[in-house]
């Protein structure tokens, strides 16, 4: 969710936001690798976004609100398919410094259509027709589940950047 405000505004998800905290907002656009979106845009954290971010791509978006995540430093985050419109490289430099480093000891509830990620779940919770079919790790699911096993077949064939 972007708000028509400024990037500051956006990450603390207030307006009218203290420049005071600027360097924690930009610690966290770093770490949700926008360092290269942020130099790019004319007014740096003071530059205003339309409704619902609409002059930003999908990936830009989920940086934003990954970011946010970060800013609160919340012990537990929700994480709906975050990285669904983030490429390849970007999505392994977030795995590799915030899930596997700086978030590892947070509690993180994700929903992903992503297969890469499965592996780092601690507990995956495996649905079909809108109802729990399995639960429990990957290597479990993937012992004990013919029909997860099929699921994730792709994932095996490739190579786990992870």
């Given at each position: 969710?972007?708000?028509?405000?400024?990037?500051?505004?956006?990450?603390y998800l207030e307006y009218d936001t203290?420049?005071?905290n600027d360097p924690k907002v930009l610690s966290s656009l770093y770490r949700s690798e926008?360092?290269?979106d942020l130099e790019s845009l004319d007014n740096h954290l003071d530059t205003e976004f339309g409704e619902r971010g609409v002059n930003l791509s999908g990936g830009q978006r989920q940086r934003i609100n990954i970011a946010r995540a970060d800013f609160s430093d919340s012990e537990i985050l929700l994480l709906d398919d975050s990285f669904s419109a983030i490429d390849v490289e970007t999505e392994t430099?977030?795995?590799n410094n915030l899930l596997l480093k700086d978030w590892k000891d947070k509690t993180i509830i994700m929903t992903s259509h992503r297969l890469s990620l499965l592996p780092l779940a601690t507990r995956i919770i495996f649905l079909k027709d809108g109802k729990i079919k399995n639960e429990g790790s990957f290597e479990e699911l993937t012992k004990m589940d013919s029909e997860f096993r099929s699921f994730t077949l792709q994932l095996t064939e490739n190579t786990n950047p992870f």
């Open positions: 969710f972007i708000v028509s405000t400024n990037l500051r505004d956006n990450i203290p420049k005071s926008f360092k290269k430099k977030l795995i």
